[in-house]
Structures are given as structure tokens and as C-alpha cells.
């Protein structure tokens, strides 16, 4: 059957993110990429907060959200996530949990690259197929504003992302939302993403084509072997690929 609707994950698909250029935190022992010293810096102006409290809280907030929510494929926004984080600590500013949404969200998209042929190759494939965006991400007020300032989000007909639908990749409500927009069956769409777990496991069970795209993938080989899910139906180093796969089709 002919692919009608193509549907991108975004980050290392659409775009590129890269946590490396963040500041260095240690949390539990480990140094990490982090935007936590600067969401303390925010917090220090309401509240005396201990910057080892303030990260204990925040990693136990993470831990617990992790069990409730991410372990049964649930979205938390980021929002909700920093007014638990503001609760915990006890403080009263109503609108610090979106000064704190905001300085994240800000120090994560300076962390974003996109590449400079997407918006052609995006045009091109509007041409001959309707295009989605089905994406595991937690602020959709960034996702959005990033799509406007590449010049992508003209040539998506159909958008989910799971801040807004409340359920994240590989869970198939996200797909299948993603599909109903678009108007197509599964079997009529061709989904591409860099996530065996998320993206092909998500995807291929529900009837979707699915290309893994590995541009951002160390070790291709070693990735495959060591996933036990749904093989994908064709590997692409790059999204220029794309429409040679609806030629093929």
C-alpha cells in the first residue's frame, strides 16, 4: 500500500539536541548535564534554599514521577513537574514554577541544532505526502516555538506531542492520535524516528512502517543487537532518504 502521511519524531530526527554544552552538576554521586544550578539561582531569589536541598528535592520529585508517571508511559509537563518541585519546598510564589518552566526551557532549546536541509526536504515531501510530528516532550510551548523558528511547522498537517496529549511513546494512543489528524490508516504511514524503544517499538505494532534514522546513533550495530522489540523496517543515516522511501513503496 502506498504512504500516504509520514510522521517524524522530533529531537535527533527533525532536529538535533545535545544536553553536553550544559553545566555540570553532581547528583547522586555522578556528574551530569543539568540545568539545576540555574533553577536554584531562580528559587534563591524567593527563598533561603540550601542548593544541596533544593537538588535533593528536585531529584526526588524526578524519582517519584519517574514511578508514577514515565513508568506507565504518562507525560509530566514541566510545568507540574517545578510546581511540585516549588510545593516540596514550601514556598509561596504562585509564579515560580513558570519562571522556573521558562529558564529550563530556555537553557535546553540553546542546546538544540537543526540542520540546514530539513526545511527543503520537509517542503519537498509536503508536496507528495501529509506530514506529522509525533513527539515524546514534556513543555509544547518550546516544541512549538522551535518548529516556528526552523520554518517546519508550515509543512506539518498534524501534531502530537506528549505534553499535550498526556501520553508519551511507546504507548499507542500518541500514534494513534497522530494518525487520526493526518486521516490516514496505520498501514498508509511511515513513522521516523532515532528511538528503537519509542519510535519503532511504538509504531511497528500498530501496522506503521518504520525507518530508524541513525545520523545521531554511535553505534548502529550495537544498538540493533541489543534491542529485543520490532526491528525496523529500513535503516537511514539521514532524512534525505526519505522520499526514495516513497518511491519504493
Known amino acids: 500500500m502506498a504512504i500516504r502521511a509520514v510522521v517524524f519524531d522530533l529531537f535527533d530526527t527533525l532536529v538535533d539536541l545535545s544536553m553536553r554544552d550544559l553545566p555540570r552538576v553532581e547528583i547522586g554521586g555522578r556528574w551530569v548535564p543539568s540545568t539545576a544550578d540555574a533553577l536554584h539561582e531562580v528559587v534563591a531569589d524567593y527563598a533561603s534554599v540550601e542548593r544541596a536541598h533544593f537538588i535533593a528535592v528536585l531529584t526526588e520529585v524526578d524519582r517519584a514521577f ?51 536541509h530539513h526545511e527543503k526536504i520537509l517542503g519537498d515531501l509536503a508536496r507528495r505526502a501529509r506530514l506529522g510530528l509525533c513527539s515524546n516532550f514534556s513543555h509544547s510551548a518550546m516544541a512549538l516555538s522551535l518548529l516556528d523558528d526552523c520554518g517546519f511547522r508550515p509543512h506539518l498537517d498534524a501534531l502530537a506531542i506528549s505534553d499535550a496529549v498526556g501520553i508519551r511513546k511507546p504507548r499507542p494512543e500518541i500514534f494513534e492520535a497522530v494518525l487520526a489528524e493526518l486521516g490516514v490508516a496505520p498501514e498508509e504511514a511511515l513513522h521516523v524516528g532515532d528511538s528503537l524503544s519509542a519510535d519503532v517499538g511504538g509504531a511497528a505494532p500498530l501496522g506503521i512502517r518504520t525507518a530508524w534514522i541513525t545520523r545521531r546513533i554511535a553505534d548502529p550495530e550495537a544498538a540493533l543487537r541489543a534491542h529485543d522489540g520490532a526491528k525496523p523496517d529500513c535503516v537511514i543515516e539521514d532524512l534525505c532518504e526519505v522520499e526514495g522511501l516513497l518511491d519504493g513503496a
Do not use: K
Not at 66 to 75: F, I, K, V, Y
Not at 77 to 82: D, G, H, K, N, V
Not at 83 to 97: F, K, N, S
Open 66 to 116: 519517574r514511578e508514577t508517571r514515565h513508568a506507565r508511559g504518562l507525560e509530566l509537563p514541566t510545568l507540574e513537574r517545578f510546581e511540585a518541585v516549588v510545593d516540596r519546598l514550601g514556598i509561596d510564589a504562585p509564579e515560580l514554577p513558570n519562571l522556573l518552566t521558562q529558564t529550563h526551557m530556555g537553557m535546553i532549546r540553546d542546546q538544540v541544532s537543526i540542520p540546514e
